[in-house]
């Protein structure tokens, strides 16, 4: 029983920070994302009776036994679903930095979910494999589908509505993402232990919820009308305010190097000069800076004339979950 499947990293434009139930993965409130084209992680998955345990094999070498740990409790919600208890075996590669603010748990997450259901025969919907991989990791959810993407909180405490449903598809609008890399290291802060230090300690985490609604209207609403100019200035006055709250953290902490700061005082020297762009952060020191199409090019140049900047990579929309034939691992 063996399944290979590929899914994307995705950049959220309204970010989900703080949890609600650390066990099940529930946020404190919905988010928006894009899923990008460029960066995905490839993941096989073989069920057999001939395993005694679990293993997993990632870019290449074999992972401690706290990275099995988290896996096997993954694949227990899998195998509950299929009703089996048979071990598995997971390869996976990673096209995408880890640990550097690029969402890799989201692709690979994502990508186990579907090729460990797909081999196990389970005929899950996108709304069911979504609601499983979201047990992986939250924003895994919003990476089983392509083009631009909204997590919805939910109400319920056991989860179930919680999960993600594609707003349009990756063809519908085609905006520019530039994945600016200024440093391709792991975070001293992760992911989940600043969102639920921010969420226990920050003055600042109420103030954020409240205007994640508001935020999530005017957005999608541009998205309907195709308005970059809205899309654009929401997704940069959420993030900064997502980050504000880390400072109000009891001890503080902060993602930005001053690299950082150097991409964002670029965005905003490009507006002055009439070349619209937005930037973006999740919970890690590289930008994304949001363009449209006709200006990735010049925007690209100014960015990789930096000193401080490693790379530019440019990303479009991309698609969902795909399931491959061969694997190229």
Known sequence: MEAIAR???NIALIKYWGKRDSKLFLPMNSSL???LDHFYTETKVQFSDQFEKDSL??????????EIGKITTFLNHV???AGTKTFA?????????TAAGFASSAS???????????ALQLDLSGTELSALARQGSGSASRSIFGGFVEWQKGEKTDGTDSFATQIIDEQAWDVTVLSVVVEAGPKSVSSRDGMQRTVDTSPFYDGWLATIEEDLKGIKEAIKARDFTQLGEIAEANALKMHATMLGAKPPFLYWQSATFDVMQKVMELRQQGIEAYFTIDAGPNVKV????????IIKEKFAALPSVRDVIVCHPGPGIEYLSEWNG
């Open 7 to 9: 899914a994307h990293t």
């Open 89 to 97: 075996t997971v390869t996976s590669v990673n096209h995408v930095p």
């Open 33 to 35: 994302s894009i899923t």
């Open 79 to 81: 195998r509950n679903i």
């Open 290 to 297: 949001l363009c449209e199409p006709k200006n990735e090019q």
């Open 57 to 66: 094999v990632l870019d290449g070498n074999q992972v401690s036994d706290q």
């Open 108 to 118: 690979g997450y994502a990508a186990l979910a579907a090729a460990a259901s797909k």
